[in-house]
């Protein structure tokens, strides 16, 4: 069975310009987790969705931040318009259980 | 609020080597998770934790949940140079999100 995949793996973009990462789940897993990592702060939790429906967004930073999930297999981050302090890397994850959660490659974002 | 604290915050052993790593909270702790981080990809689960006491492995790796409810160890036999990585303790806040430590980084000299 595939992994997460998660696209695209690297973005550069310029301050103010919309960004939109994609994450596509492992079939049959309900929960989906969008986390950001810095070295500052580690691994942050910023929303999850349990069956497509937003559960939890309490750790999205800015209402310049926004999260989708259309259906069961695709999901989406966007963040509009980005600065230079949203660069970090975004991970997306999935799981059956909500602890054992599996996680994507990653998406390296540069806001210039 | 929670966090947890790994310790140490690096090693750096040569290869055959075992190694331990701990993971504590001044809360208790339902469930231990370890992740292990290589470069440029994302966390990978090693071993979950239900219940206080248990003793669980994976391959090379052993993980025990720990009497209090407040800390896990990780245990890794015979280190290889694969072994390289962060692992990464996790478990369920109060809030119900899952909250990591800040990883113990392992570079295994071959």
């Known amino acids: 069975d595939a992994g997460v995949i998660q696209s695209p793996r690297h973005e550069v973009t310029e301050m103010g310009q919309e960004v939109t990462l994609r994450c596509k789940p492992i079939?049959?897993?309900?929960?989906l987790f969008w986390y950001r990592q810095t070295m500052m702060r580690g691994l942050e939790l910023l929303i999850y969705?349990?069956?497509?429906?937003?559960?939890?967004d309490s750790g999205m930073p800015e209402d310049r931040f926004s999260a989708k999930m259309p259906n069961a297999s695709f999901s989406t981050l966007k963040i509009q318009p980005s600065e230079p302090r949203d660069s970090a890397v975004y991970f997306c994850?999935?799981?059956?259980?909500?602890?054992?959660?599996?996680f994507g490659p990653g998406t390296r974002l540069t806001v210039l | 609020g929670q966090q947890l604290n790994q310790s140490p915050q690096s090693m750096f052993i040569q290869e055959g080597e075992d190694v331990s790593m701990n993971c504590t909270s001044s809360?208790?702790?339902?469930?231990w998770l370890w992740y292990k981080q290589e470069p440029g990809e994302g966390p990978v689960l090693l071993i979950a934790?239900?219940?206080?006491?248990e003793l669980t492995s994976n391959g090379r790796l052993t993980a025990q949940f720990g009497i209090t409810r407040k800390d896990s160890f990780l245990n890794i036999s015979a280190s290889i140079p694969s072994d390289v990585g962060i692992y990464f303790c996790?478990?369920?806040?109060?809030?119900?999100?899952?909250?990591f430590g800040q990883g113990t980084t392992l570079q295994v000299k071959p």
């Open positions: 994850a999935s799981s059956r259980l909500y602890n054992e959660q599996f």
């Open positions: 079939s049959g897993h309900d929960y």
């Open positions: 969705f349990n069956n497509n429906v937003p559960i939890d």
């Open positions: 809360s208790i702790f339902n469930t």
């Open positions: 934790l239900y219940k206080a006491g």
């Open positions: 996790a478990g369920p806040g109060n809030t119900g999100k899952l909250i």
